[in-house]
């Protein structure tokens, strides 16, 4: 899941309000803190933080666009502020990704409870696909 993570430049945050209304949205500047824990800036996110501080169930999902493999990851997250003192060492690692051009005064902190797999139809309905072969059909799909 690690490599899954460092080697992602986006994933998706699903949330839900207290009323339940669903939301998903990306996310470009994230990175895993320790085993458990995964750590989100928050950039241009008023509706993920809203519904998080209404509702802290929420969902990650991760994905090697290319290789249409990656991971689903479910927890509790929580809303770091910078007025928090915890904040400066977790936002460290996130600042280095954004740099100067990502500004931001809050991250959320996922505590991940369930995690599994995710993996293109592709690989299940035709077995001998390989990592390589769903490449090469990624790229020429997407054109690149």
């Given amino acids: 899941m690690k490599k899954a993570i460092d080697q992602s430049v986006l994933c998706w945050l699903a949330t839900a309000s207290a009323e339940g209304v669903p939301n998903v949205s990306p996310k470009e500047i994230f990175c895993w803190q320790n085993q458990s824990t995964i750590l ?8 993920s933080v809203k519904n998080i501080k209404q509702n802290p169930r ?14 689903q990851l ?17 936002s460290t ?10 500004p ?3 991250l959320t902190k996922i505590v991940i409870e369930t995690a599994k797999p995710i993996i293109a139809p592709r690989y299940l ?16 799909l997407y054109g690149f």
């Fill in 93 to 102: 690692p996130l600042r280095n990704l954004a740099g100067p051009d990502f």
């Fill in 104 to 106: 931001f005064s809050s």
């Fill in 58 to 71: 929420v969902c990650l999902s991760v994905l090697d666009i290319l290789v249409q493999k990656g991971y």
């Fill in 40 to 47: 989100v800036a928050n950039i241009a996110s008023p509706g």
């Fill in 125 to 140: 309905l035709f077995p001998e696909t390989s990592e390589k072969d769903q490449i090469k059909s990624g790229r020429k």
């Fill in 74 to 90: 479910k927890g509790t997250a929580q809303i770091i502020t910078e007025k928090e003192e915890e904040f400066k060492s977790l």
